[in-house]
């Protein structure tokens, strides 16, 4: 077997990781019940734990999305399994891309769409309620850059200012992660 034949094939094994995580990361999300998180973890506020776990993927699901909404919130861990499901299909029909090199990105990406959750409540917007158990909308990051009363952003740029640039970086990061050009796909569509 070749060089490019175990590269393809690792490609291939790769995308469907991530595939398979996005998967798994979804049906957590959606079927999250704070009631599932085992009493041991730090934002547990129920004993005991629902046995069996209510959630789609068990209590591993459970503790997996309890974490991804504490911290980032609802809209952005729906946004970190679109990423997932995303550059999983990519990787597989194109396997050249690289995913590595866009990572800060990705990152940048999503802690912009917990400051926007935060900032606009886009969760409810989505028709997702946000879990009793998790700081606002935008989890820990969100809440600590952008809630309206004490968040660093809103504190340092005001309230226009502070959705202004979380506006910008989330779309700037949007074209960073994707790698499509607006301006690009407009001079093709015309």
């Known amino acids: 077997m070749g060089r490019t034949e175990r590269l393809s094939a690792w490609n291939e094994v790769f995308a469907l990781v991530l595939l398979f995580a996005g998967t798994l990361l979804f049906f ?16 547990s506020h129920v004993s005991p734990a629902n046995h069996p776990a209510q959630n789609f993927i068990g209590p591993v699901g459970a503790i997996v999305a309890g974490i991804c909404y504490q911290l980032i919130g609802v809209f952005a861990s729906l946004l970190l399994s679109t990423v997932l499901l995303g550059f999983g299909a990519a990787k597989l029909f194109y396997p050249r891309l690289r995913i590595v090199p866009r990572i800060p990105w990705i990152v940048l990406f999503l802690v912009s769409g917990a400051c926007l959750d935060q900032a606009w409540g886009i ?6 309620k946000v879990p009793v158990d998790i700081q606002g909308p935008g989890g820990l990051i969100g809440y600590s850059l952008s809630d309206e009363h004490r968040g660093l952003l809103p504190a340092a740029l005001g309230p226009v200012g502070s959705v202004l640039l979380v506006v910008g970086v989330y779309l700037t990061t949007l074209i960073l992660v994707t790698g499509l050009r607006p301006i690009h796909l407009v001079r093709e569509m015309v």
């Open 28 to 43: 957590a999300l959606i079927s999250y019940t704070p009631k599932d998180i085992l009493s041991w973890l730090w934002f």
């Open 123 to 128: 969760s409810h917007l989505l028709g997702r």
